[in-house]
């Protein structure tokens, strides 16, 4: 959920004095963090609840999760075009306090329009927030302590994925949607007021344009690979917003949807953590082939568990621990492959594939909320076919990439 964003100014993180306590420091970054990824996905445990006070189907109500994943990839490099010379504390209080003042007015809408509003200022604030956050860990410490500082960043993200969410669906179902995005606000705020006090100045980076930072896409190696990331992704998410209807066919009721989501969390957790080190041994396609395999499994037999109406909630809990898995086993993987053809370039095609990973949540969305009034095994059925599709292209590209080039003619 943005984790790769946060590498995007890696390599032009402005160069200050080590500050004191730099690594106890970027809690408090990981605090924002936390509270990005919370708000990226939490409508996913009570959008059945919102659509119906909001007076629209549950399709519609996805549109919600598919305006801000849109928004969040498109702006994302304006926004670090636009921002690049401002001062990042500055830069990342004002992100914080945009997402939270956008949650309180999500909370507080009286209409599907205005939220939809709502969900793209949220996705202004988490986009200019996320990758600054890498930026400014970085910052903070001596090199050596770099990885540490970002690994405790992403600490941030990787939590929200396991326990911010379902904690989220958790208050939804005893207080309300409404009150769940307040509490997501409140935790933005707080952070956004521990930035002020707690993170020290830290100045802004020289500018880049743009049309540089979109140059790269001309690259027809890069060109090749972003594409599985939007088909992946796309996959991982045609099911994910409309899990409660989802996983209600298959006999898990909107009150125990929280332990899922933690399953779904945990295994996102691992997945990502070991696609690394596997990617470093095996290989990234062997890897990303392996996670399609697993997504398609999973994926299929959640459709055929729904289609037969078994009621076996231990079975879902586990394959839900490898859906998260096979989603977010692709980021390590694909970044690989991406730096591997453009090195470099690299804090740029990892930025892009961030935008990309947005776009595919986006896209699967979208497509599950086309799917969703033909029932669930529909949708299961259709992230499979898809994670099926993202296999199939991951094989033909690699071994277009693989194949000899011939000689030119003396």
């Known amino acids: 959920m943005g984790i790769p964003n946060m590498q995007l100014q890696m390599g032009t993180a402005p160069r200050i004095a080590e500050s004191p306590n730099g690594l106890q420091r970027t ?21 059945p609840d919102m659509a119906t006070a909001l007076g629209v189907s549950t399709a519609t109500a996805g549109a919600a999760v598919t305006v801000f994943a849109a928004a969040y990839a498109l702006l994302s490099p304006v926004l670090a075009t636009v921002t690049a010379q401002l001062p990042r504390r500055a830069l990342l209080v004002t992100a914080l306090v945009v997402l939270g003042l956008a949650n309180l007015g999500s909370a507080a809408a009286p209409s599907f329009a205005v939220l939809l509003a709502t969900r793209v200022l949220a996705a202004v604030g988490a986009a200019a927030f996320t990758p600054n956050a890498g930026a400014v860990a970085s910052a903070l410490v001596r090199p050596q302590a770099r990885a540490r500082a970002l690994a405790v960043v992403v600490g941030g993200l990787t939590i929200a994925t396991a326990l911010g969410v379902p904690l989220g669906d958790a208050i939804g179902q005893w207080l309300g949607w409404r009150a769940a995005l307040v509490a997501v606000a409140f935790v933005c705020l707080l952070a956004a007021a521990g930035v002020a006090v707690w993170v020290p100045f830290v100045p802004g980076n020289s500018p880049v344009r743009l049309a540089t930072r979109l140059a790269v896409v001309r690259d027809r190696s ?19 917003a409309y899990c409660v209807p989802a996983l209600a066919a298959s006999g898990i009721d909107a009150s125990a949807t929280a332990w899922v989501l933690a399953l779904y969390g945990f295994g996102a957790i691992a997945g990502n953590s070991a696609s690394g080190y596997a990617t470093d041994r095996w290989g990234a396609t062997r890897v990303l082939t392996g996670g399609y395999v697993v997504m398609a499994t999973a994926l299929g037999l959640m459709g055929t568990l729904a289609a037969t109406h078994v009621r076996a909630a231990w079975l879902v809990g586990v394959l839900a621990a490898a859906w998260g898995a096979a989603s977010w086993c692709q980021t390590p993987a694909q970044q690989h492959r991406l730096i591997s053809a453009a090195p470099q370039e690299a804090g740029l095609v990892v930025a892009l594939n961030a935008s990309c990973i947005y776009l595919g949540i986006g896209a699967g969305t979208l497509l599950g909320g086309f799917t969703i009034g033909h029932g669930a095994t529909a949708m299961y059925a259709l ?28």
Do not use: E, Q, S
Not at 29 to 45: C, K, Q, S
């Open 27 to 47: 809690v408090i970054l990981a605090l924002g963090t936390f509270a990005v990824g919370t708000d990226a996905f939490i409508l996913a445990g009570f959008l």
């Open 383 to 410: 992230g499979t076919a898809l994670a099926l599709v993202a296999l199939a292209y991951l094989h033909i590209t690699a071994r277009a990439a693989a194949a000899p080039r011939p000689r030119p003619l003396r």
């Open 222 to 240: 890069v060109a090749k690979v972003l594409p599985l990331t939007v088909l992946g992704m796309g996959a991982a998410y045609v099911v994910y």
